[in-house]
């Protein structure tokens, strides 16, 4: 960004970059106006016939008047429509009850029933009040006078209150619901209404009445008491509904051929607009040299791209037919370039779970190489089960053959996230399959495939094989565990033993493994101060405790000896030259733990101590040669780029890279042991997933297939189906997955890990598009 | 079969697995050790998961204990 110190507003493109989201907004605006039409938008096969982006603009203006100015006039009819209908309604129903209202009057000092008065007289409160209505009122008819209109039905009964209330009781209130729904202009929505028509007398309750009616949102029209002019009203007031419909009709028709012939277009001009917007965006980025008339930028390019970038500007000047022509010039720069690890569709999955962490540094050693195969592999000694290793296989063929159709349509989040790791998920059920066939688990059950059991009864009747057991006449089961294993009273003090032994062993590796990498970035990098005075102690401490743990884990299996290897490591701090006795596992073995010992304890200030001290003695004297001046390197010909990044040199920090060392130290010394056992959940989890397993077999399956009952049969087989699939299946492989994931973010990389590097955007149209949607 | 002899077998396997990526996928020199390092760390992971298990059965401490109602 050459124009970092300019703000947005002062940049030499803002106009253009005004204009195409001012273009953008017509365009969606005129979308939003398709989808409520309800047309489907037909995209046409992409025409690359270049619209000229003038002519656009004004076109875009063009439709988007016409189409408010439709909006608005179709809104005005219809809300003149929506008036009419209702005074129709009104005229209709309250035409009956002038109609009976009249016999009112002529009926005074008849024995006032509830039988006499119409149907959709609907309370008790009018029945009274109309008994007092005609008792108080003077046998003239002028005094007793009408509002007819049309309210809400929600707000029916508040009316009425207040108009009670106003008027102190003095009138008379007759409702009758609306045939059918009418739209209410002030919410849009279909409601319905209710036509009433109030009897009272004087004028000030007139008043009153008429703001009530205001205030409910209540309409009133005029009903005439006659009834030939009330039918005679009727009679024009449908004619000109009528009339109305139609020209609404058409108004909507015409609106939505004007639509259509737009929408057409509408997908290939937001494209159009969506690449100008975006190559004004970064022509942005450049400085625009007025007196020299040209354009000067910066970027990033990989080196084995360079021939194709200049073979491609070299199009462009001939293109754009440009007296000049474009000048490509390589130069030294301060700052870190950015990362780019070309990957494709397999690798991409694992890139991305490494970048998660964080973007290697520059020229970093790539962890996501080992991670490939690492991952899949760590999350199979946590999932062991080949007979679910199999349905986590069918479900990623599935994915990965329907790739082509999959990648084009648009996946939910959970969908997206499943179908970006399909060949994390092969991987992973491949080694589950494998790893399955090891801890021989087919749903928890164990088969005979790689031969018989090493272990049978120590004489033929069996008789104490509850009480002391089987005895091993062979050698060891081939591949895998034993199948005698599987349901005996000792499995579980077996397994774990096996299980946390083999923990540890993998952790070891995989930890010497990531120290290891960090040594081949100091030799990359050339920086032999920290092969000496860091990868050296690193290997020495960490080999030297846990190293030979491991060590001693493998001497005891080869040898069969009984040696608590608890013991042997506790003793080895605490009491180191005490006598071994019965937990001497190879000849030596007390010197060479006392050997062992001093040196994890010389390691530790090797790697706290020597690296502060010489990188301050290097710092003296690189500044020493700082006195006589720097050449400066020569730069393009467009001199003085005040945004161009340049890198200013920083004082030693004594204190500060001290402390930063000896963090470090500190965490590598005590991550040793936490990080060593943090691998033990390799074990617990495999233990987790084998123990439920083998709940949901023989509590569910086995306990319903004991029944002859077919349908607790089918029963039992449906529940161990389901937890089947979202417990182990799922659930399990989530979890699996995370630890997996979190034993290689933490354990494996920050060993080695620098990951403080950024990633390389370049411009690309393809992006755009999946960009913004 | 007994240890190394199964050790013996595992590395031929990695040796042919790697000769068949190299004839199948031949991309370019910074490709080819890529998948060279796949199949060698595949290789290697899936035979210290089998060399564990059989070690730890070579020698056991305890037998099998078979439980009521077997």
């Not at chain 1, 028509?197 to 209540?218: N, P, R």
């Not at chain 1, 290897?565 to 010197?591: C, K, T």
């Not at chain 2, 020199?29 to 564990?52: D, E, G, K, R």
Request: hydrophobic share 45%; proline share 4%; aromatic share 12%.
């Amino acid at each position: 960004m050459l124009n970092d110190d300019k703000s947005p507003f002062q940049r030499t493109f803002v106009n253009q970059v005004k204009r195409c989201a001012e273009m953008s907004r017509k365009l969606r605006f005129l979308k939003d106006q398709i989808n409520k039409a309800g047309l489907l938008s037909s995209a046409l096969p992409t025409l690359q016939s270049d619209v000229d982006l003038e002519a656009l603009e004004s076109q875009l203006a063009d439709h988007e008047h016409e189409l408010i100015e439709m909006n608005a006039n179709s809104e005005k009819l219809q809300q003149t429509y929506n008036e009419l209908l209702e005074f129709k309604m009104v005229l209709q129903k309250a035409g009956s009850f002038l109609i009976s209202g009249k016999s009112y009057e002529s009926a005074e000092g008849r024995e006032l029933d509830e039988n006499v008065y119409p149907s959709d007289y609907p309370e008790s409160d009018s029945t009274s009040l109309l008994e007092q209505a005609t008792q108080s009122e003077p046998s003239n008819s002028s005094g007793l006078r009408f509002i007819s209109g049309i309210i809400p039905k929600s707000k029916v009964l508040f009316f009425e209150r207040m108009l009670f209330r106003a008027t102190r009781g003095n009138l008379l209130f007759n409702q009758a619901p609306a045939d059918e729904l009418i739209m209410d202009h002030v919410s849009s929505e279909m409601v319905e209404k209710t036509i009433f028509v109030v009897f009272f007398s004087g004028e000030q309750a007139k008043t009153k009445i008429l703001k009530i009616c205001e205030a409910f949102g209540a309409n009133c029209y005029p009903v005439p008491e006659d009834l030939t002019k009330q039918t005679q009203i009727t009679q024009e007031v449908s004619l000109r509904l009528s009339e109305l419909e139609t020209t609404l009709d058409v108004g909507i028709r015409h609106r939505n051929a004007a639509l259509h012939s737009i929408g057409v277009h509408l997908s290939i001009w937001m494209n159009m607009v969506k690449r100008e917007k975006a190559v004004f965006d970064t022509l942005n980025m450049l400085n625009f040299d007025v007196t020299k008339k040209c354009l000067v930028g910066e970027g990033w390019c990989p080196i084995f791209a360079k021939p194709q970038i200049q073979e491609a500007l070299q199009r462009a000047t001939f293109d754009s037919n440009s007296q000049i022509g474009i000048i490509f010039h390589v130069m030294d720069s301060v700052e870190s370039p950015p990362t780019y690890f070309r990957t494709n569709t397999f690798t991409n999955a694992y890139q991305e779970i490494v970048d998660a962490y964080g973007v290697a540094k520059y020229q970093e050693a790539n962890p996501a190489v080992y991670t490939v195969i690492t991952f899949p592999f760590l999350f199979a000694v946590m999932f062991g089960d080949w007979g679910h290793g199999i349905c986590l296989l069918l479900g990623a063929l599935i994915l990965i053959a329907r790739e082509g159709k999959l990648s084009s349509q648009k996946l939910g989040s959970f969908m997206e996230m499943l179908f970006g790791g399909r060949y994390v998920l092969l991987l992973m059920s491949l080694f589950s399959i494998y790893c399955g066939l090891i801890y021989n688990e087919f749903f928890s059950v164990p088969y005979h495939i790689f031969g018989d059991s090493a272990y049978r009864c120590r004489d033929a009747s069996c008789s104490d094989a509850h009480t002391v057991g089987l005895i091993k006449y062979r050698d060891a089961y081939p591949f895998g565990v034993d199948p005698s294993w599987r349901g005996s009273r000792s499995e579980l003090p077996f397994l774990n033993s096996l299980k946390m032994k083999m923990s540890i062993l993998f952790g070891v590796a995989q930890m010497n493994l990531g120290i290891m990498l960090s040594y081949f970035n100091s030799l990359f990098f050339n920086n032999s101060l920290d092969i000496r005075y860091q990868f050296i102690p690193q290997m020495i401490f960490l080999n030297s405790l846990f190293g030979y743990l491991s060590l001693l884990i493998i001497i005891k299996w080869c040898t069969g000896s009984q040696a608590d290897l608890y013991h042997v490591m506790i003793y080895m701090f605490l009491s180191p030259f005490d006598d071994l006795a019965e937990n001497e596992l190879f000849w030596g073995q007390r010197p060479l733990q006392i050997v062992l010992l001093l040196s994890a304890l010389v390691a530790v200030p090797w790697m706290l101590f020597p690296k502060p001290f010489i990188l301050r003695k290097l710092h003296a004297e690189r500044f020493q040669g700082r006195r006589y001046g720097v050449l400066r390197s020569s730069e393009m010909d467009i001199d003085s780029e005040p945004g161009s990044a340049r890198h200013h040199e920083e004082e030693f920090n004594f204190s500060e890279v001290f402390v930063h060392q000896m963090i470090h130290s500190i965490e590598f010394v005590l991550g040793s042991v936490s990080n060593t056992a943090s691998y033990l959940r390799l074990w617990a989890l495999s233990l987790a997933h084998s123990e439920l397993s083998t709940v949901f077999y023989e509590k569910v399956l086995l306990l319903a297939w004991g029944y002859e009952n077919i349908l607790i049969r089918m029963v039992g087989l449906a529940v161990f189906a389901f937890a089947t699939a979202f417990i182990l299946l799922m659930m399990e492989t989530l979890s699996a997955f995370l630890h997996a994931l979190r034993l290689h973010w933490v354990e494996f990389q920050n060993k080695f890990y620098g990951g403080d590097g950024y990633k390389f955007k370049p411009f690309s149209f393809a992006a755009l598009a999946d960009d913004e949607d | 079969m007994g240890f190394v002899l199964t050790t013996l077998i595992f590395a031929a396997i990695g040796i042919i697995a790697s000769l068949c990526a190299r004839i199948c996928c031949n991309k370019g020199p910074s490709a080819n050790l890529f998948h060279l390092t796949l199949v060698i760390t595949a290789t290697i992971c899936c035979w210290l998961m089998w060399a564990i298990v059989y070690l730890a059965q070579m020698n056991p401490l305890i037998v099998p204990i078979l439980s009521e109602g077997e």
